[in-house]
């Protein structure tokens, strides 16, 4: 059974840093391209950052580039995203993803397997 499990959301002031962890089951972790989206109220999901299996692919959307880094332990089966300088704009909910390719891509649909999301929330 796959599982992505989220954790390390919580409540931060702007400016203050958070670091998201994706445990990840139940599938060939080191293979998969491992990517983090957010979704805010009333907002569609979006892309922040991806890293492919080995890790020599990383590709973060713009809102987050120089702030945010994403990382991976394949033997710990294990995703991170470490966010820094965080704004009131980056309060969502945030998902990890997995899919199944050794390429890169920012589209949700191209992602199979998706956790359950953790919320952060950045206060002004």
């Known amino acids: 059974q796959v599982q992505l499990v989220e954790s390390g959301g919580g409540l931060v002031q702007a400016g203050g840093s958070l670091r998201l962890s994706c445990a990840a089951s139940?599938?060939?972790?080191?293979?998969?391209?491992m990517g983090w989206f957010r979704q805010a109220p009333g907002k569609e999901r979006e892309f922040v950052a991806l890293?492919?299996?080995?890790?020599?692919?990383?590709n973060y959307a713009d809102s987050v580039e120089g702030r945010f880094t994403i990382s991976r332990d394949n033997a710990k089966n294990t995703v991170y995203l470490q966010m820094n300088s965080l704004k009131p704009e980056d309060t969502a909910v945030y998902y990890c993803?997995?899919?199944?390719?050794?390429?890169?891509?920012?589209?949700?649909?191209?992602?199979?397997?998706w956790g359950q999301g953790t919320p952060v929330t950045v206060s002004s």
């Open positions: 890293i492919t299996w080995s890790g020599s692919n990383i």
């Open positions: 993803a997995a899919r199944s390719s050794s390429s890169w891509n920012r589209g949700t649909d191209h992602y199979a397997y």
């Open positions: 139940g599938f060939t972790f080191s293979t998969y391209t």
